[in-house]
């Protein structure tokens, strides 16, 4: 919602003051986001979080319009079409990487701090200390999707009450809708702090050279008569006839 509401107007105001100052701005918005969500607790108030994903995306549209503004800028007309491929295919492989990244730094975060949790959790409610750390020290990918999909897996894990050797209550609380989630509560926040640390660095980093770049650039040849003939071989028209289309919009 962010990014449809701030591109738009980004763009609109980028055509005619320059990129610079909104694409760093943007940035500076989009890391300021994320600086946001560290703050966040686990079990968060929806009204926050949805105010911070609508500045991420604010922060994203004030950023794209005006950058891609200036690439396409910069580049000969003849040229804009390659730009914009080039342009699309680093984004596109960003997204994809990006997923990727995030991913496997939530899996280091959580093998970091899982196994002990998990751990003491299990043995705290009766699982003996032998099942306890074979349970802990599976792979915690495991326990990641099935966080994303509000699995308990811990009665898949533990097999049964008896395999288990549980009381009744201990496996009703162990298998329940809340155990799971209280137990990976502060190894998942882990894992989300080192994904935010690093958008929030590469963020910064975009926006200090953002900062740095020129002021508004609009790509013009110099050479007329080079730029007359080459516009007369792509459109098959004479030199002369485009001389005196380039004189007229001079």
Do not use: C
């Amino acid at each position: 919602m962010g990014f449809l509401v701030a591109g738009p107007i980004s763009g609109f105001l980028s055509d005619r003051h320059g990129a610079r100052i909104l694409s760093t701005a943007g940035l500076s918005v989009f890391a300021l986001s994320f600086l946001g969500l560290l703050f966040v607790p686990t079990n968060f108030a929806y009204w926050i979080f949805a105010l911070l994903v609508f500045a991420n995306g604010l922060g994203s549209g004030m950023f794209a319009a005006p950058n891609s503004a200036a690439v396409m800028n910069s580049v000969p007309a003849d040229q804009r079409g390659g730009a914009a491929g080039i342009q699309a295919a680093f984004m596109n492989t960003g997204m994809v990487l990006s997923i990727g990244v995030f991913f496997s730094l939530m899996i280091v975060g959580l093998t970091s701090t899982l196994p002990k949790a998990m751990f003491k959790g299990l043995s705290a409610h009766g699982v003996s200390i032998a099942q306890a750390h074979t349970v802990a020290n599976m792979p915690a990918v495991g326990s990641l999707f099935s966080s994303f999909l509000g699995f308990n897996p811990l009665k898949s894990l533990l097999g049964s009450q008896a395999s288990a050797h549980v009381s009744s209550q201990q496996w009703t609380t162990l298998t329940g809708k809340h155990f799971f989630p209280n137990l990976i509560q502060s190894p998942f926040h882990h894992g989300l702090v080192i994904v935010f640390s690093l958008a929030i660095a590469i963020s910064v980093i975009g926006a200090l050279f953002s900062a740095l770049r020129g002021k508004r650039y609009i790509y013009q040849a110099t050479n007329v008569p080079e730029l007359v003939e080459e516009l007369a071989e792509t459109s098959g028209g004479l030199p002369g006839e485009i001389a005196v289309s380039a004189e007229v919009v001079r």
